[in-house]
């Protein structure tokens, strides 16, 4: 039997083997991020002559049409996302094992939770010779204090064993910012020398360009899933105090329900509709047009990897108020493109709030300086680089 890196030419007489192109698997958790979150780097990996395979559940007819028009070929798999049952994720890990032995990747990219174990899993049971995983963000079974109930602790402690055994099975895991790196090492959850920081996912900085300040009437905007632990809560509760103060205000949320069991229900969402509190647009295929129309952008997240939506914001001049917490501090500083205030304190977020409604000339100048960083920290360019030497030993020439 030949070596799967090789084939055999036999168009021009006397037949000739020749190397067939790399082939990396990118696992997903969600299809409908795939273009947004990934896309920059399925198209690098392909102009270095890679084969793309993006495995994730949930495919519709659009985005499979999207991945297959960025040249990859989009491969769907089962997968519930945010419940435990132990059937059903036996059932992922036999689909990811048939799927990649079918498919004989030479590399592997899973990221979050469950596809970075059971794909990781899935990798080493049939072979695949380079397995990198991608961490992030923590989820909700990490997040301090959420609750101290016994089903989170039976949780919490089932994910850190899964994450051990699926851990190491990888040549190499990557997380996107120092807290999380430092929490896997000290958990034992990952060995120190296969422990990597990467950085963000960063953005396109072509796509995301600088819009004009929205001075009149001042808007803030939080994009993101509808959990508890992304500061839904606490940005409706300062969006309250605020409205009180100034009722031209507008506060937008963007963002659809979830399973997860963090999950805000319709009804505590249309409840702060129907009191005027927010805006709530639902999920929006394109945020461009919404970020637009904001003056500042407000993450009050409990936790994160480094948050998408945040580097969008900053690519396109918007200031930002997020918290001073894991993942969400990588974003801000200071004083200069935003302010950081205490995770679940709505009070220090409508403080932080107000002085872009009483000083708004903040709101051009801290927007510039999110442009700034977004250029420095989140340019898509650079971070692709390195993980397409990861994935296919090429150079990077991406600061390291």
């Not at 997903?28 to 990934?38: D, E, G, K, N, V």
Request: charged content about 20%.
């Amino acid at each position: 039997m030949g070596s799967p890196l090789l084939r055999v030419d036999r168009t021009e007489g006397m037949p000739k083997v020749i190397a067939r192109p790399k082939r990396v698997a990118l696992i997903s958790p969600y299809a409908q991020t795939i273009i947004s979150f990934r896309g920059a780097l399925i198209g690098d990996l392909i102009a270095h002559g890679a084969e793309v395979f993006v495995l994730a559940p949930d495919y519709t007819p659009e985005i499979r049409e999207a991945v297959v028009q960025l040249g990859a070929t989009p491969v769907e798999y089962p997968l519930n996302r945010t419940g435990m049952n132990p059937f059903q994720d036996a059932r992922t890990l036999l689909a990811l094992t048939r799927i990649l032995y079918r498919l004989r990747p030479d590399a592997v990219l899973p990221y979050t939770t469950k596809p970075v174990i059971y794909g990781t899993l899935a990798a080493s049971l049939t072979g695949v010779p380079q397995r990198v995983a991608l961490i992030t963000g923590l989820g909700y079974a990490f997040i301090e204090t959420l609750s101290t109930s016994p089903k989170l602790y039976l949780t919490r402690t089932l994910v850190k064993i899964l994450y051990h055994a699926a851990l190491k099975r990888a040549q190499v895991v990557l997380f996107q910012n120092p807290d999380d790196l430092s929490r896997f090492v000290e958990e034992h959850l990952v060995e120190p020398a296969k422990a990597r920081l990467v950085g963000a996912t960063g953005v396109n900085l072509t796509e995301w360009q600088p819009a004009p300040p929205v001075l009149e009437p001042v808007t803030f905007t939080l994009a993101a899933r509808l959990l508890r632990e992304k500061g839904i809560v606490e940005f409706a509760e300062a969006a309250r105090v605020i409205k009180a103060r100034y009722p031209n205000t507008r506060f937008l949320l963007l963002g659809e329900l979830d399973t997860n069991p963090g999950a805000l229900t319709r009804q505590q969402v249309e409840a702060w509709v129907q009191q005027g509190i927010l805006e709530w647009l639902g999920h929006v295929p394109d945020v461009r047009p919404y970020f637009a129309q904001t003056s500042v952008y407000v993450l009050p997240s409990y936790r994160e990897g480094v948050p998408r939506s945040t580097q969008e914001a900053m690519a396109m001049a918007r200031p930002i108020i997020t918290t001073d917490a894991p993942g969400c501090r990588e974003t801000v500083v200071h004083g200069l493109n935003g302010f950081l205030v205490p995770p679940r304190d709505a009070n220090a977020l409508a403080e932080a709030m107000e002085q872009f409604i009483r000083q708004p000339d903040l709101i051009i100048t801290m927007g510039q300086a999110s442009r700034r960083l977004a250029e420095e920290r989140f340019d898509a360019r650079q971070i692709n680089a390195r993980l397409c030497a990861l994935l296919l030993g090429v150079q990077s020439e991406a600061k390291r």
